[in-house]
């Protein structure tokens, strides 16, 4: 079946402009995770979603951060107002269950704030 | 705290020497899991460890979870360039969906 998708793969964004990061995740996968990573850098753990609820939000960075899940499915990570040290990549991950089974990894968002 | 100290940062062999990351917590860590980043890439999943003292091989990896659970090795036996990559170890918490990845150990292979 088809992988963990997100969406745009590239984004250029202004300085202060909000900026939308969309996660398919595996069809029928209940743990869904966010996670940035700057150049030449580890991963960066930001939330983490049990189907709907994020129990666990003490990733973001700040309060200009913002995630959410529809339907057990799809998520979106909202950056608001951004600023030059929101560029990285960001990850998104699913995996079947918590706890901890193997994660699979989309592409990535590169998100360059200019 | 929550940490997970991986060593070294940066690797680089000859084709056909071994290499060896270690990752180290100060806590007892429920499981720890290995990834593979290459230049590139997304990490992709390599394996799981969960028992004391755990031994996992995959043809010339070798991964090990220590005794106490407090640290974790992964060995690759006879370098090629397809080994190449960033390694992350992975810890997870005993009772959340909450991970913490190391900082990698990247690996080089000149040919």
């Known amino acids: 079946g088809a992988g963990v998708s997100q969406s745009p793969s590239n984004k250029v964004t202004e300085k202060g402009k909000d900026v939308e990061l969309r996660c398919d995740p595996i069809?029928?996968?209940?743990?869904l995770y966010w996670y940035r990573q700057s150049l030449g850098q580890g991963l960066e753990f930001l939330i983490y979603?049990?189907?709907?609820?994020?129990?666990?939000k003490s990733g973001l960075p700040s309060d200009r951060f913002s995630a959410e899940r529809t339907g057990g499915s799809v998520s979106t990570l909202t950056i608001q107002r951004t600023q030059q040290e929101d560029s990285a990549v960001y990850l998104c991950?699913?995996?079947?269950?918590?706890?901890?089974?193997?994660?699979?990894f989309g592409p990535g968002t590169r998100l360059t704030v200019t | 705290g929550q940490q997970v100290m991986q060593i070294p940062q940066y690797q680089h062999v000859q084709e056909g020497e071994d290499f060896t990351t270690y990752c180290n917590s100060s806590t007892t860590l429920s499981n720890i899991q290995w990834y593979k980043q290459r230049p590139g890439g997304h990490p992709v999943f390599l394996i799981q460890l969960v028992k004391s003292g755990e031994v996992k091989k995959q043809k010339r990896l070798t991964f090990q979870f220590g005794e106490a659970k407090k640290n974790s090795s992964l060995h690759i036996t006879a370098t090629q360039t397809t080994d190449v990559g960033t390694y992350f170890c992975?810890?997870?918490?005993?009772?959340?969906?909450?991970?913490?990845f190391g900082q990698g150990t990247t690996l080089q292979v000149k040919p």
């Open positions: 991950a699913s995996s079947r269950d918590i706890p901890h089974y193997e994660q699979y």
């Open positions: 979603f049990q189907g709907n609820s994020a129990p666990d």
């Open positions: 069809s029928g996968h209940t743990a």
């Open positions: 992975c810890r997870g918490s005993s009772n959340t969906g909450k991970l913490i």
